[in-house]
């Protein structure tokens, strides 16, 4: 990351600015200079010092010589990606409050002043949302009128942020809010993230009403609603392992072990009838243990995902994977795998010691049950026998970050 600075005439070199205006940047030479005008003229309106730092992508265009020409500091970021370029600007900001809107003029940035005012409040993220505020015609495409309320009733189901526009691009926020949220994504799904580690990280929040207006970039956007869609939610339901896996791998599981269990409580020799109309064959047993073992897959897909996600501090530590650590050892974990198979290969070792003595012509539909039950036991023990140790490399980072005394 390079900065390139201009001589800069608008603010004292000698003071710290108290406002940084970030504003990423890719071939916006249409209305960068308008945007970076407008910067300036809102760090006047607010009387404070400031800063006005255009986060360059890659311009092929004037847009970096427009912006040193208005009195921006340039940092230019190699890595591609709107979220990219945010945080590079963003940490190369030196002002204690950060605003950020974008550089198609689509925000007015005359209206900062309302979202610093909220943050001297006390709050630590204010979003500028658009539909508490006016959207003037031809300002917002029709899929991003009915794929944006998608998106927020998304995220504030999952994780009750409460918000009315999850993906407005204009927000203000503290610098040490920005390091406490620890922001990781590289593209549109900056803003989703942003919202998402504010409520993780229990920070106070708050939404004033702007404008959004039709942007002036001369180009087609570089939003790509069905791509960017996806990584939003994508990011979203990362962010919630429990939507993701544990609650589709607990009905699948809980599912497949009722369709055999069922089937392991009816007569050993009769059909299983069930509600006395609808037959229900050995079939369904294997439908059954289809279920139950990926149901189970993906379950401890959920515990592994959490506990990367807790020893990354991606969220905050579990008080569920404590109890977990505390009470199922490695070595617990893997006696119980053990006596989970000897009970499966019991259970097929007598169908098998049955079927001799009847001789073939004896098995009955009621041995096949048992069969699949059995077989299934065992898959389900040797998963857990290999996951055990799977858990043990993965949740050392866990423990060395909370309990690194243990």
């Known amino acids: ?36 005008e407008k910067a300036w003229r809102a760090i006047d309106m607010m009387g404070v010092t400031g800063e006005v730092i255009v986060a360059d992508n890659g311009s092929t265009d004037r847009s970096v010589e427009i912006a040193l020409s208005k009195g921006a500091r340039v940092v230019h970021v190699t890595q591609k990606g709107y979220g990219n370029a945010l945080r590079g600007g963003i940490e190369a900001a030196k002002g204690k409050i950060i605003v950020i809107g974008d550089a198609d003029d689509s925000y007015d940035f005359l209206e900062a002043p309302k979202l610093v005012a909220k943050i001297k409040e006390g709050y630590d993220l204010v979003v500028g949302s658009r539909f508490k505020g006016e959207i003037l015609p031809g300002a917002m495409p029709w899929t991003s009128k009915i794929g944006n309320p998608i998106m927020t009733t998304t995220l504030n189901l999952l994780f009750r942020v409460n918000t009315s526009d999850s993906q407005s691009g204009m927000r203000a926020f503290t610098k040490e809010a920005y390091q406490k949220m620890q922001l990781q994504a590289t593209g549109m799904e900056f803003a989703s993230e942003m919202l998402i580690k504010a409520g993780k990280a229990k920070l106070k929040v708050a939404e004033v009403p702007i404008k959004l207006h039709p942007d002036k970039r001369g180009r087609p956007p570089h939003l790509r609603p069905i791509r960017d869609g996806w990584r939003h939610l994508k990011l979203m339901l990362t962010y919630s392992p429990t939507v993701l896996f544990l609650v589709p791998g607990l009905t699948l599981m809980l599912l497949g072990l009722l369709l055999m269990g069922i089937h392991l409580l009816a007569p050993m020799d009769k059909p299983l009838m069930l509600f006395g109309k609808l037959r229900m064959d050995f079939h369904w047993a294997f439908v059954g243990s289809l279920l139950a073992l990926t149901g189970y897959q993906v379950i401890n897909a959920h515990f592994m995902a959490k506990i990367y996600s807790v020893a990354h ?64 036991l065992i898959a389900l023990g040797v998963q857990t026998f290999f ?17 690194p005394k243990r």
């Open 387 to 403: 996951n055990a140790f799977v858990f043990s490399i993965i949740s050392e980072g866990y423990q060395r970050n909370f309990h």
């Open 1 to 36: 990351m390079q900065e390139t600075q201009a001589i800069d005439k608008f603010a004292p070199e000698t003071l710290e600015p108290e406002v940084s205006i970030v504003i990423p940047c890719l071939n916006e030479e249409n209305s960068i200079g308008i945007v970076v």
């Open 313 to 376: 501090r991606f969220q905050e530590e579990d008080k569920f994977l404590q109890t977990i650590f505390r009470y199922l050892s490695t070595e617990r974990v893997l006696a119980l795998s053990l006596l989970v198979i000897a009970l499966g290969l019991a259970m097929d070792g007598w169908v098998l010691v049955d079927w001799i003595r009847r001789g073939y012509h004896g098995l009955v539909s009621g041995h096949t049950r048992l069969v699949i039950f059995g077989s299934t």
